[in-house]
Nanobody, 121 residues
Framework: VQLQASGGGLVQAGGSLRLSCAAS????????MGWYRQAPGKQRELVAS???????NYADSVKGRFAISRDAAKNTVYLQMNSLKPGDTAVYYC????????????????WGQGTLVTVSS
């Protein structure tokens, strides 16, 4: 199983970006999916998560600006980021809890490779 993230880049403050993360491989089912970020010198933090029933949860710092969604048919999670601030600059990682066809009784956590988001002032 692999998670492939894309969509990062350089944007001015107030701008928008949309991140995507597609899961591929021998997937039986995907439970929670989410996005984390890690800024230089800081710990990785949860940005947003979404359950298989599409219930979403957000960090206080992004509420009202970011929106997480998922496409079950494509095994893909998205993060729409609006009104970006310089403080949103970080490497963004997607995360998913996946049950594989080989071991559907054993959900495991997988991480994408990270995509850099840079917000200039």
């Amino acid at each position: 199983v692999q998670l492939q993230a894309s969509g990062g880049g350089l944007v001015q403050a107030g701008g928008s970006l949309r991140l995507s993360c597609a899961a591929s491989g021998s997937i039986f089912a995907i439970n929670n999916m989410g996005w984390y970020r890690q800024a230089p010198g800081k710990q990785r933090e949860l940005v947003a998560s979404i359950t298989s029933s599409e219930s979403a949860n957000y960090a206080d710092s992004v509420k009202g600006r970011f929106a997480i969604s998922r496409d079950a048919a494509k095994n893909t999670v998205y993060l729409q980021m609006n009104s970006l601030k310089p403080g949103d600059t970080a490497v963004y990682y997607c995360n998913a809890v996946i049950r594989t066809r080989i071991a559907p009784w054993n959900p495991r956590e997988y991480w994408g490779q990270g995509t850099l988001v840079t917000v200039s002032s």
